[in-house]
């Protein structure tokens, strides 16, 4: 029966085509656009659950899962399935006019909302028959072609059958184009690139579509959840000003956070060495809404988090997200009533005054230095920090990640560390940033359509008023430099391991963990409150990724000045001497003007810092005195001396000191999974970290590479969301997988390495492994589990 419906299958989508015909009123019966949620109780909402929604999830949401989904296709929730495709590019660096939002579950709130916006249905919309079904739904009819054109033998694609990478062009076919599509690239099926389905899979999807598709409506939450959800938005809309400021913030830190609800302790090393235990069953996200608790929630449609909402009352509501979970932007956030608590005590309870509320115009509502004047600084900083690489992450995993132009403003890898919040809780920081609010002005007040040159020179000129300003205060504060010291650098109070965060750029996507992870990197930011804000709205809170090139590009420029603060900060711990070292270093082949941007080149302008260095390298010496300050803090997730047999780590060490060439020819970010003679399973990550003389060029950074200093980096467990290589091997190999990486001069020597250890996207058992890895992922890091994401798949 199985391979005779498998039969039939293919001979209608093969057939399509001599059936087809303009007039599809007449072929298939007139448009009806319906909602496809079945009660979570029926048979069909059960079996979309447990049958069909695991195939879409490990084999098609890899793809289609966010902003980034081909042809914004997302398969990772039911109002997505019904949405649809577009042809229309999110990530477009040419507009010269922002375009209209998109956003699943914002900018339309049903299918028919969405047919009007261009998006074209996947699935059948006319008379509901089984073969209908089948013959005009483009999802089913991409998996036919799969099935009935698979991969080509061989274990590489051909460049002239397939177009790869991220930028690669999409065509995004309704049913109409579908026969020409089919024609034209009968290679294209889905999983596109990929392996197909195995029978049974197909079986399942080809049965669900030719039934109508059912999909599951959300099941009523427990009892406690929406307690929890009734405690929180009750503590959210409280009508005082200073609750509805506080709001107001939380908000705007908090919109893309994944929220869930757990009473784990927060603030306890064991709680965060640790990490959670069990995986959330629900998952939700703070929204703002035109209905307050008690009512349905309806979004605000604003661009921005900060946007005029035009409606006389906002609600703070929490919106359940059922989608699944991608890697790629799912950044955990708990709620609890100890968070509650501690929130409270942060904002509430201290005694002030908001007088009046702030305005929501670009002026006021892109300035949080502006906007949260009246909030206490020390109460936002903590906020901030105590969750720092949850707030790091926000422009990591943020909209504006995505694409070297985006990224190519860091480095390949750094540390960041932070500024003790008790040093800037003084009232004289608070008056001196409400001071300099004016220079502290960010380029979102220019809203999605910004020029660049002349918003250029304006901010540039702002932000080197505020530097002067600054440094001046610091003169002031450290006239002989004894209390410059390593006392500045924030300990996590003894337990928190947000104190030190590593950052690894993989040079059109990035990653953010705790830990000073890896070896020694270039660079190294110390971060302060005002820094640590103005990157939050700069990348998060205020980057529109439907906006102009204008917008996107003062985006990125002004990060110039953001990054090289940071590792102004840094430097200023280090002698006047070695800073200048330093600074010539890191921005090699860059004008002295780019420089004295990072340095004052004047002698004793800032005294040198109250440390007794007594090595010819200050810099390792100035890091290993934070490393050991942040000791009991440091989270060892990453660190291969506590997650590796004895016997391995000398040779996984060895990963370690691989540069150069060998380095170079290494994808950006890639898998490998060890296998024991128990059964058992093991996964590190290797990245590649790339060199440059500085991070200056917008536009030509491959002239600004230095291949012969990239070098490896292998750490335990799953790091990153996008792998470009998986590689597969007995434990009892080890050795010669890293001899071989150690013996790699060029492109020939990968592909040997490749055949011997790789499981290439072209592998019969491609699917199988990628499964075993999400399987591990999700038993090992429950908490920060999601789907990967496989648009940055090599072809090698």
């Known amino acids: 029966m199985r391979f005779r419906l498998f039969i039939v299958s293919l001979l209608l989508a093969g057939c399509a085509s001599a059936v087809m015909a303009p007039d599809f009123n007449q072929l298939f019966g007139n448009t009806q656009i319906f909602d496809r949620r079945m009660p979570s109780e029926s048979d069909s909402a059960r079996h979309y659950t447990n049958q069909v929604r695991p195939i879409l999830e490990n084999r098609c949401v890899v793809c289609h899962g966010c902003y980034d989904a081909p042809c914004q296709l ?92 991220l930028n690669r062009p999409q065509q995004c076919p309704d049913s109409a184009e579908f026969d020409h599509y089919a024609t034209e690239n009968p290679l294209w099926g889905m999983p596109y690139a990929l392996p197909g389905l195995k029978e049974k899979e197909f079986e399942t999807l080809t049965s669900w579509i030719a039934s109508g598709a059912p999909l599951a409506d959300e099941a009523p939450l427990p009892s406690d959840i929406q307690r929890q959800i009734n405690q929180w938005e009750t503590l959210l809309n409280q009508q005082d000003n200073k609750s509805q400021l506080t709001s107001r913030y939380l908000y705007e830190h908090l919109f893309l956070a994944s929220l869930y609800f757990s009473d784990e302790p927060l603030f306890n090393r064991d709680s965060y060495g640790t990490g959670h235990s069990l995986r959330p069953q629900h998952w939700f996200r703070i929204v703002r809404s035109s209905t307050p608790p008690g009512l349905p929630v309806k979004p605000i449609a604003s661009r921005r988090p900060y946007d005029d909402p035009k409606v006389k009352q906002v609600y703070y509501r929490l919106m359940r997200n059922s989608a699944s979970i991608v890697a790629k932007t799912h950044m955990p956030y708990q709620l609890s009533a100890e968070r509650m608590d501690w929130i409270r005590t ?100 220019a809203e999605s359509n910004s020029g660049i040159v002349t918003n250029w020179i304006e901010y540039s000129w702002l932000h080197n008023q505020y530097l002067d300003a600054k440094n001046q205060v610091l003169v002031k504060a450290f006239p002989d430099g004894r209390e410059l010291n390593t006392q500045l650098v924030w300990d996590g109070d003894g337990h928190n391991p947000n104190a030190a965060l590593t950052i690894f750029r993989h040079f059109d996507s ?64 280090l002698p006047q001497s070695e800073r200048i070292k330093l600074a ?18 004047e002698e004793h ?110 750490v335990p467990g799953v790091l990153g969301s996008y792998p470009a290589a998986y590689y597969r091997l007995s434990a009892f190999r080890l050795g010669d997988f890293v001899a071989t990486l150690e013996a790699m001069e060029d492109e020939d020597d990968y592909e040997a390495m490749a055949d011997r250890f790789a499981v290439r996207r072209t592998d019969h058992a491609f699917w199988q492994h990628s499964d075993d890895i999400h399987r591990w992922f999700r038993q090992h890091d429950p908490l920060n589990y999601g789907l990967l994401d496989y648009n940055r798949l090599e072809n090698r």
């Not at 115009?361 to 502006?370: G, I, K, S, Y």
């Not at 110390?526 to 996107?552: K, P, W």
């Not at 010539?584 to 080149?601: A, G, P, Q």
């Not at 890639?670 to 590649?688: K, Q, W």
């Open 605 to 714: 302008v800032l005294s040198d810092p109250g440390i007794q260095f007594r090595s010819q390298h200050p810099k390792t010496e100035l890091l290993t005195l934070i490393e050991q300050q942040l000791k009991q803090a440091m989270d060892t997730k990453y660190d291969l001396a506590e997650h590796t047999l004895p016997a391995e780590l000398n040779t996984l060490s060895r990963v370690n000191r691989i540069r150069g060439e060998a380095a170079t020819i290494m994808p950006e970010l890639s898998l490998l999974m060890l296998d024991d003679m128990h059964g058992d399973a093991r996964v590190f990550t290797l990245i590649r970290n790339s060199a440059h003389s500085n991070l200056t060029g917008l536009l030509y950074e491959e002239d600004n590479r230095l291949p012969q200093e990239d070098y490896l980096t292998i």
């Open 584 to 601: 010539d270093y890191w921005y090699r082949d860059t004008s002295e003007r780019v420089r004295e941007h990072l340095v004052n080149y």
């Open 74 to 165: 997302k398969l990772s929730s039911a109002e997505g399935i019904m949405r649809g495709a577009s042809k229309a590019k999110v990530y477009d660096g040419t507009r010269i006019l922002a375009a209209e939002p998109s956003r699943l579950g914002i900018d339309a709130q049903s299918t028919a909302e969405w047919r009007d916006k261009g998006f074209s249905t996947v699935l059948n919309e006319r008379s509901q028959t089984e073969a209908i079904n089948l013959q005009n739904s483009v999802l089913y009819r991409m998996l036919a072609l799969k099935a009935s054109h698979p991969l080509p033998a061989g274990k590489l694609l051909d460049d002239d059958e397939f177009t790869l990478g």
């Open 346 to 445: 942060l904002f509430l309870q201290p005694d002030y005054e908001v007088a009046t509320l702030p305005d929501y115009t670009p002026q006021t509502a892109a300035n949080p230095f502006v906007a949260f004047v009246d909030l206490p600084v020390e109460a936002r900083y903590r906020f901030m920090l105590q969750e720092a690489e949850f707030t790091i992450t926000g422009f990591i995993k943020g909209p504006v990640c995505r694409g070297q132009v985006a990224l190519n403003v860091i480095d390949d890898h750094f540390w960041t560390l932070f500024v003790d919040p008790k040093r800037l809780s003084t009232d004289s920081y608070a008056q001196f940033l409400k001071q300099q609010s004016e220079h502290l002005r960010l380029p979102g007040e």
């Open 510 to 573: 990035s990653t953010v963990v705790r830990g000073l992870v890896g070896q020694e990197p270039k660079t190294a930011w110390l971060i302060d409150y005002s820094l640590l804000e103005r990157i939050h709205y700069l990348l998060v809170a205020e980057f529109d990724v439907y906006g102009n090139i204008g917008h996107q590009l003062m985006t990125r420029l002004y990060m110039d000045f953001l990054r090289m603060e940071g590792e102004y900060n840094f430097l200023t711990l």
